[in-house]
């Protein structure tokens, strides 16, 4: 099957500068960087490579617009993120071709991104006119109590390159719908989907008359040499990150010296219980569902499949029959249902993690091969009698992989669960409604999904504990997020 490449009507409106105060321009240093198509290993195109003084002068220009704009009226803030909206939904395919090309996503994967991404924008256009205050007598009677909101700062973003647009967006919306303005550092892997999306938003304020600094992207190659700068810099008030724990701990710490508000989505390590009464065949289409997306190169993927031992051949019998209808090809191409992992050394990590499983005493019952073919590919794997230890259940594999591992009650199967130092998502399947209510007390996580393998939604609140992270992001938490309060006492 040929592969389609990016549409060259796309690509010849794509920005490939830095976003500095409404103008695209290219990095002071005149660098450039390469972006690759991870199915294809092929380049897409050149990006500008910002250095740390066009990254100053971004926090200058959202700094400087931040007066503006939050004074901006909430409704008119609200009609603007509806403007981009319904602009994002209008080019919603040609995002998702871009999606697709720089990260490797099928296309029908790359679209629902863009609505998932696009639903940010319309749930925080939706909030922006309801950020509320409270007023009371305070208890003693002696006065009154009122409270009211006001944007933190100006913010930056560190956006990775699992969900371009969808992880932008659930930063930007909400910034914008509080008042703040934004410095976006997209992943080097895919800058180019955010690059888009910030054309629109650039278009909408431009069209409305409104402060052309209130979003700026600077792409880089180093996000040390961006992040180290902006991050050091008093104006900034903060800092919204999601990525791997180990970048996220080092962030939190230059963040400390800022004492910024910080929002960490960090790294995962989900369970994926399956307990004896449990509808096997719906256990079966969650988990296609909780570890297929994006090949598995999620923070919210099943990491370790927890299966009761009495409908554990079952339910392996089913991952294989399911996992082994998926097509792997070229996320353009029709039919395609898997698509690339994001790099080479994604590829040699799962296959070491899959090694490791084998040496200790695993059976691959599906996969647990490179397909023979160009690009980061890796083949939908479903390994049986994997050891607890085996670094395939204790660290994020990130790839298409599922490893099965047993368990005989209920009790063990949360100490297993909650043997980790992550808590973002879990997923459990059971009939018992009493024993998902025990499970959200019992399980150290952020999210829990009974029956279902897929929890994220715009409107709810999205994060974890422990080492997965700190804040929420997505409902009406996530604009909370971005807003100071202040008390007066009258
Ligand atoms: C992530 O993998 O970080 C986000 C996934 C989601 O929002 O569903």
Redesign the pocket.
Known sequence: MSTPPLPREVLAQLPTGLLVDGQWRPSSTGATFAVEDPATTEVVTEVADASADDALAALDATSRAFEEWRAVAPRERAETLRAVFDRMTARAEELAAVVTAEGGKPLAEARAEVA?GAEYVRWYSEQAVRIDGLARRAPAGTNHQVVMHKPVGPAYAIT?W??PI??AT?KIAPALAAGCTMVVKPAQLTPLTTAFFAEIVREVLAERGLPAGVLAVVPSSSARRVSEPILADPRLRKLSF?GSTEVGRSLLKSAADGILRTSM?LGGNAPFLVFEDADVEAAVQGALAAKM?NAGQ????ANRFLVHSAVAEDFAAGLVAAFGKLVVGHGAAEGTSVGPLIEAAAVDKVEELVAAAVDRGASVRLGGERPDRRGYFYSPTVLTGVDREAPTVTEEIFGPVAPIVTFDTEAEAIELANGTEYGLVAYAFTRDVNRAFRLAEAIETGMLGINRG???DASAP?GGVKSSGLGREGGEAGLEEYLDSIYLAI
């Not at 999620?298 to 993927?301: L, P, R, S």
């Open positions: 998932y990775p699992n969900f969808a992880m659930r999601t989505e997306r999620t923070c919210v993927a897929m929890v994220s999205f």
